[in-house]
């Protein structure tokens, strides 16, 4: 303890270190002991305090000693940062002016600590200007690296990654040194900048900073290859660089795992898996990011039994009650078609958060459930958002309830206080194309107060496929081309509708075209689970090992379900060719390929109670619709297909989606 009031010169030197070194050990109420002791102080005493309380976050005590020090010296640049920087939005433009008045402002430090609280005022309710760091920035003087680096990460900060990029261009143009820091902000900012069809763009910018990294011998940093493997995952690079980027750097600790776990989550669920299990194996244990992550892609798995594994290590972490990994649960079990636990989790929630209760709803919209997602709304205790919305209109579309979803559409902004946007927009063109009001949902695109995007003509589409309106038809195929030229989803649907019309020549020109412009249908491609190992099954099998035991037992089948009323649908055959050939097509489709070997490894199949879960890549067609329900009374099995859009859950003759897709 420091009772004895020094005198010296030597003694005020020693007591400023005392102070400062108290300070920097965290021991603040020592620091203010010898501080408040001292029988006379510099400014070295008060900025050595002063720095102590900003940089341990008592802003309280950092300003009100700020405001004594006024009183006994003139503050000098360092005292001015230290409070700056920890005060809030109003001290801060206190501190700002008092700054300017004693000429202080010229100061690079100043000038640093402005930039850094200004772009907090994003933070603190929004307060203030975001502008007011970029005049600071403007009028500085001189400008040292942590000066450029905070403009950076200020804009990255407020979702404008253009403008970080654009400084980072002005800062290497202009012949400044940067370090690791200002690119892992320039990374972080590409993939906010670039997405879409800007996306090659994006990852080109990666490229070229990753370069730049490396012959600047920046790789080593771990930050900076976490935020190299995010950018490249986030604006769709492949993979397999995200992952030699990983194992090319020598210490990863767990951002850098959940980031290499993420860019394999939706891709690529199966190596997800794996990496986590080798996050264990390394020492490592998850966050609960990382279980989200992992939770998200056990979404993509074809059984909820991965989802329930991951579950047990988030329970054994001690992460049970998080709200954010429960949310995850309820999604990954709805995707893996266990509908009943997500509703487990759901009812188990201490609290739920608007997150919570549109995951549910989604879940319920997914598997046809209209009226529970309605009901549920009724009882949600939260303010719904957008996200509630689209969920709501998505469950009416399924079930072709058009009155209840107009009825949402029109009192989203009065009732709830939520704009209609374009996923709106696209819901209640699908509510009303599938009810064959084609006109209506014209006249709603005709009067969206914005441009209507390809989801929205794609709805169209498929709604007049689904009736045969071929000329409303063509101008939404047209759009959808215009839109997305290299999508094939307006080629193939309006060729469709040709055909089912009998105009074949249409749809072979509209093939032609299609050829010309180098578009290629999305092939059908089914997947099933059985004993642990996933089997993919492309349409027309020919590839199969066992095609031939496969073909043999499809056909025996098919011979069944003939005999209980199967009569192939042959109206969308691609071709004017003979009806035989058109049913050979037919039969080869790829989840019925599926089904037949899920019943051929019937003995080891892990489907409990007789389900039998098939997940197709596109949307399920009319003919294989109607062969799931007559199978599923044939074997008296349930027959769960998870197609692009849905869940079908076939039994009984009946499909959950009442024949409404």
Known sequence: MISENHKNPQDLFVTNHLINMYAKCGDLDRARQVFDEMGRRNVVSWTALISGYAQHGRSYE????????????????????????????????????????????????????????????CEDNFVGDGCEACRVFESMEFRNLVSWNSMIAAFQHWKLGGLAIGIFCQMHSGGVEFDGATLVSVL??????????????????????????????????????????????????KVSDCYRLFMETSSRDLFLWTGIITAFADREPEEALLLFRQLYREGLAPDWCTFSIVLKA????????????????????????????????????????????????FDKMRSRDVVSWNSMIKAYALHGQAKEALHLFSEMNVRPDSATMVALLSACSHAGLV??????????????????QLDHYACMVDILGRAGLLLEAGELISTMPMKPDSVVWSALLSSCRKYGETQLAKLAADKLKELEPGNSLGYVQISNIYCSGGSYNEAGLIRDEMNGSRVRKEPGLSWIEIENRVHEFASGGRRHPQREAIYAKLYSLIGQLKGVGYVPETSLALQDIEEEHKQEQLYHHSEKLAL????????????????????????????????????SDLLQKEIVVRDSNRFHHFKNRMCSCNDYW
């Open 62 to 121: 950092c300003f009100s000693l700020f405001s004594d020090m006024l009183v006994d010296c003139y503050p000098n640049e360092f005292a001015f940062a230290s409070v700056i920087t920890s005060c809030d939005y109003v001290c801060g433009k206190q501190v700002h002016a008092l700054a300017l008045k004693m000429g202080l402002i010229a100061s690079v430090y100043v000038g640093n600590a402005l930039i850094t609280r200004y772009s907090k005022s």
């Open 188 to 237: 972080s900012s590409m993939s906010e900048s670039y997405d879409g069809d800007n996306a090659d763009v994006g990852l080109k910018g990666c490229f070229q900073l990753h370069c730049v990294s490396i012959k600047r011998g920046f790789m080593l940093k771990i930050e900076l290859a976490t935020a190299l493997v995010k950018a490249y995952s986030d604006l769709g690079g």
């Open 596 to 631: 037949v070997f899920a019943l051929m490894s019937e003995g080891s199949l892990r489907c409990g109670g007789g389900v039998i879960r098939i997940v197709k890549n596109i949307r399920i067609c009319v003919d294989c619709h109607n062969f799931m329900k007559l199978a």
């Open 403 to 420: 009155e209840e979803g107009i009825n949402i559409f029109d009192s989203m902004s009065m009732n709830h206080g939520v704009s209609p």
């Open 298 to 345: 056990c979404a993509g798995f074809v059984t909820e039994r991965h989802a329930l594994a991951v579950y047990s290590q988030v329970v054994k972490a001690g992460f049970e009650d998080d709200r954010v990994l429960a949310n995850t649960l309820i999604h990954a079990y709805a995707r893996c078609g266990s509908i009943s636990f997500s509703k487990q989790v």
